[in-house]
């Protein structure tokens, strides 16, 4: 009966002019069974830029769940125009979304299934629009995160905070920045620098997998880094960055061009929920203030160093650099200099 109605019966919706609405199929009198079966509104526009969607809407009525096979439906359209609209196909995607909104108010029609030729339609824009998101928050030249993931786990890590006193949930964050980076790029060329850049990355993850297996390294501008160690505590933090110090001040960076050498010299700070809550709607610029404070002491005070503040708040060098003098003085001209390409320094 179904087979032979759908084969045997012209499209109205297909022979209708552009001016004219489109006319609901309906079953003649002379169709009518035992058991009648009804036909959805025909698709009234170009569905075509999506495979799938008029052969959707001509398939035969679901006999089990109405609600959500049309449900279903919709969801599909639904999610093909989140995805066009992400990738700026405006028109496309007002096409779905005008699907799914025929669907939802068809009441009294019986739903029609999803083929899967739609379904796989819609499973490959969404796996393109993760690619997009995913590219969007990678630095193109190291494959390292970007300035505006970031951005986006900060506020999250801030979101998840707890602790009234801001320090049980903190997160410990720590700028990094190649020493005398300038001289690298005029000596030996942009190339090396790039090659660097991408070394001191590797370096960067490896340093951290062990420690923070949950923290992650950003590119934060130019030859700096900014490192998340997320679950790790202040003492974990700094070992974490000295062992990361260490490990490029001894890698061999002849491999890429004679005679170079590369250090990095690095602040860390463990940020509560009133330091994260302070910065505001945009949380990187004024969270990382205390850790790029310290970054500066560090580079001050001879680079290649890890600076840090204690238990009692006191500004200090990690490792080999602990014995270094002159540390509070840094300190105070730190805080009262202004720095260029900082707010609020």
């Known amino acids: 009966m179904r087979g032979s109605r759908l084969v045997g019966r012209p499209d109205r919706a297909s022979s209708t002019t552009p001016a004219e609405p489109p006319t609901p199929l309906r079953a003649s009198p002379d169709d009518v069974s035992e058991n009648p079966v009804h036909e959805p509104t025909a698709s009234t526009f170009d569905t075509s830029p999506i495979v799938g969607i008029d052969e959707a809407l001509r398939q035969d009525a679901a006999a089990d769940d109405p609600?959500?096979?049309?449900?279903?439906?919709?969801?599909?359209?639904?999610?093909?125009?989140?995805?066009?609209?992400?990738?700026?196909e405006w028109r496309r995607a007002?096409?779905?979304?005008?699907?799914?909104?025929?669907?939802?108010?068809?009441?009294?029609?019986?739903?029609?299934h999803v083929p899967e030729q739609l379904r796989r339609e819609v499973d490959r824009l969404r796996r393109e629009r993760a690619e997009a998101r995913e590219q969007s928050r990678r630095d193109s030249l190291t494959a390292t995160w970007n300035r505006r993931y970031l951005d986006e786990r900060l506020s999250t890590l801030r979101d998840g905070i707890d602790g009234a006193d801001?320090?049980?949930?903190?997160?410990?964050?720590?700028?990094?920045?190649?020493?005398?980076?300038?001289?690298?790029?005029?000596?030996?060329?942009?190339?090396v620098g790039d090659s660097v850049l991408r070394t001191l990355v590797t370096l960067m993850r490896e340093g951290i997998d062990g420690p923070a297996p949950d923290g992650f390294c950003a590119r934060y501008g130019g030859e700096e880094f900014a490192l998340v160690l997320t679950g790790a505590t202040p003492d974990d933090a700094v070992r974490t960055c000295e062992g990361i110090r260490a490990r490029v001040e001894e890698h061999d960076w002849t491999a890429i061009a004679p005679d170079l050498r590369v250090t990095v010299s690095a602040g860390v700070c463990c940020l509560g929920a009133d330091a994260l809550a302070d910065a505001g709607d945009d949380p990187t610029p004024g969270a990382l203030d205390r850790v790029d404070e310290l970054l500066y002491v560090a580079k001050r005070t001879g680079r290649n160093a890890v600076a840090y503040r204690d238990a009692a708040d006191r500004v200090r060098l990690a490792g080999p650099a602990a014995g270094r003098r002159g540390v509070e003085a840094v300190v105070r001209s730190v805080r009262e200099a202004p720095r260029p390409g900082r707010s609020g320094h």
């Open 67 to 88: 609600g959500a096979a049309r449900a279903a439906q919709a969801r599909a359209h639904e999610a093909a125009a989140e995805v066009l609209a992400d990738r700026g």
């Open 94 to 112: 007002y096409q779905h979304l005008r699907a799914a909104m025929a669907l939802v108010h068809l009441g009294d029609t019986p739903p029609v």
């Open 166 to 191: 801001g320090t049980a949930g903190a997160v410990c964050v720590a700028l990094l920045d190649v020493d005398h980076f300038k001289q690298v790029n005029d000596t030996y060329g942009h190339a």
